[in-house]
């Protein structure tokens, strides 16, 4: 059944690749098939493991966090120095396996595995950043306070993004003295077993980056277990908000990123040429399957001009797999999504400016939907307000900056708006009055680069209330230890003493 053109997924426990194993001797372990978004060819199995497995790797990683918490920070991050040097040398190889299992084009996915080298960059620089503080307080007496690990860490990760997510959490928690159980998505489950290997090469213990694959079930008691000190969870915000409440109820720490969506506000005086330039990256690129996508562009007025643009430069758009082009989505039930979208928003009197259905049509295999512009009337439409995921921009004229921001504060979600505009004053007052996390300004797609953190607000987070990288990863992959020290006897002892 399986073959070197479609291997049955192992799960990496303990610094090697072990079968994943059943809960009763008896039953056989499934697996489900992993398909190409290019052509829906098969390309591997990826097991729906077991409890058992869970608890393997968890105590795995239990057993490696004490000699892994005890060596000091320079030496966890002397291993992320060459893990970097690795990351470097296999880019190529790692976005091409980017590419086949999850349909990104080459430089895409190549940007997605440089992105996640640079958290990787930040962790191997943790030893000149988390000193911690100390200060006599009183005649004699000090206070420090110092960073400690948790524990044993799980991470859960969505199938946007099958490297650079991984890696907001990955570098950050284990440099930081914890071990971890990592749960790739079983819709790209390959390329992280490539990283893994890739660790140990580094230098990494086994034991102290487990990877456990499967669904539900697997997250599910990862939460559960007790040896598990912290979750964190990136996909839709329906998953993240029962994690995050499972999690509540366990008292675990848990930061849990959700879906967005994120609303682009264009002023009468922004730059049409820049502008739609970057209306049309921030939509289609990723093939709209990015959570800092922005999917809505409320234009102050219409703009014709704009509108124009946006439309010639969309529609010259190409599918396929190359620089500049547009790949697949994930998979039919995300091209069923997406359609369906559409034509609700055609029969409510919205009209499709830029149609990317008879891409479905025109490719006998694989998952495609091409980019689509939709000019909408109805202000109810379920594309102004859902997260689709995928390549579908929605535009509104509104009347004025207010309704603007009466629009984008009244959406669920929280992860980034931008505003597009030549003024100051302008971008001032959209940047103040935003509902979300990551604002940009005549920047459509405003991740936050290292050393500053990633997150949302509003229904694009839930939990602790820290961001996930930068100094936000810092804080939630680490206990702060208090300490107050008096070595001296003191004279003329105060109340403090
Ligand atoms: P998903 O919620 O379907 O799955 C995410 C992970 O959760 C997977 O590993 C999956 O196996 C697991 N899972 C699925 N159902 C579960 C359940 N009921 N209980 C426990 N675990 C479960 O998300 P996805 O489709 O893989 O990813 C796309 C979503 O992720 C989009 O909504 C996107 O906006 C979001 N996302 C958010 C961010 C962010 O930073 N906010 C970043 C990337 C992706």
């Known amino acids: 059944m399986f073959t070197q053109d479609q291997p049955r997924l192992r799960n990496w426990i303990n610094g090697e690749f072990v079968d994943a194993a059943s809960n009763a001797q ?8 992993v398909t190409s978004p290019y052509n829906a060819k098969v390309i591997g199995y990826v097991p729906l493991s077991s409890t058992a497995d869970v608890d393997r790797a968890v105590a795995a990683a239990n057993a490696a966090f004490p000699a892994w918490s005890a060596r000091t920070i320079k030496d966890r ?3 992320m120095l060459r893990f970097h040097a690795l990351l470097s040398k296999h880019a190529d190889q790692l976005a091409d396996m980017v590419v086949l299992e999850h349909g990104k084009n080459k430089a895409e996915a190549l940007a997605s595995v440089l992105k996640g080298q640079e958290t990787v960059e930040y962790a191997l620089s943790l030893p000149q950043v988390v000193q911690g503080k100390m200060l006599e307080v009183s005649r004699g007496i000090t206070c420090c306070d110092t960073r400690v690990p948790l524990g044993v860490v799980a991470s859960v990760v969505p199938f946007n993004f099958p490297v650079m997510v991984p890696m907001w959490t990955l570098p ?3 440099t930081m003295g914890n071990t971890m159980v990592l749960k790739p998505s079983e819709k790209v489950p390959f390329t992280m077993s490539k990283i893994v290997e890739l660790l140990k090469e580094a230098g990494l213990p086994d034991g102290v980056v487990n990877l456990v694959n499967g669904t539900a079930s697997v997250v599910h008691h990862l939460i559960d277990h007790p040896e598990v000190k912290a979750v964190t969870f990136v996909g839709t915000s329906h998953v993240a908000e029962l994690v995050s409440q499972r999690c509540h109820q366990l008292n675990k720490r848990v930061l849990a990123l959700g879906g967005a969506k994120n609303h682009m506000v264009s002023a009468p005086d922004c730059n049409i040429e820049m502008t739609s330039t970057d209306v049309v990256n921030s939509y289609s690129g990723c093939s709209g399957q990015r959570c800092m996508a922005a999917t809505v562009l409320l234009t102050i007025g219409h703009q014709q001009e704009l509108i124009d643009k946006i439309v010639s430069k969309s529609e010259s758009l190409r599918p396929g797999s190359k620089a500049g082009e547009v790949g697949p989505v994930i998979d039919q039930a995300s091209v069923d999504k997406i ?12 009209r499709i400016l830029v149609d990317g259905r008879p891409w479905t049509q025109s490719h006998q295999e694989g998952y495609w939907v091409g980019p689509t512009v939709i000019l909408h009337t109805n202000k109810q439409d379920a594309a ?6 995928g390549p579908v921009l929605s535009i509104l004229a509104v009347e004025s900056a207010d309704e603007a921001l009466r629009i984008e504060n009244a959406n669920p979600y929280g992860n980034a708006a931008c505003i597009y505009t030549s003024s100051g004053a302008t971008a001032d007052h959209f940047i103040k009055r935003f509902s979300a996390g990551m604002c940009g300004v005549n920047i459509g797609v405003a991740v936050p680069r290292e050393p500053f953190s990633f997150g949302g607000w509003n229904k694009s987070r839930f939990g602790n ?33």
């Not at 359609?339 to 919205?350: H, K, L, V």
């Not at 102004?384 to 995921?389: D, S």
């Open 465 to 497: 209330h820290c961001d996930i990288t930068g100094d936000g990863g810092v804080e939630f992959f680490s206990l702060r230890r208090k300490v107050t020290t008096k070595w001296v006897p003191q004279e003329n002892a105060s109340w403090m003493s």
């Open 26 to 33: 008896t039953a056989d372990v499934e697996y489900l098939p």
């Open 339 to 350: 359609t369906r979208y559409i034509n609700e928003a055609e029969a409510s009197g919205a």
């Open 172 to 174: 950050i928690a284990i």
């Open 384 to 389: 102004l307000h859902e997260e689709i995921f």
């Open 77 to 79: 991050a002397a291993v």
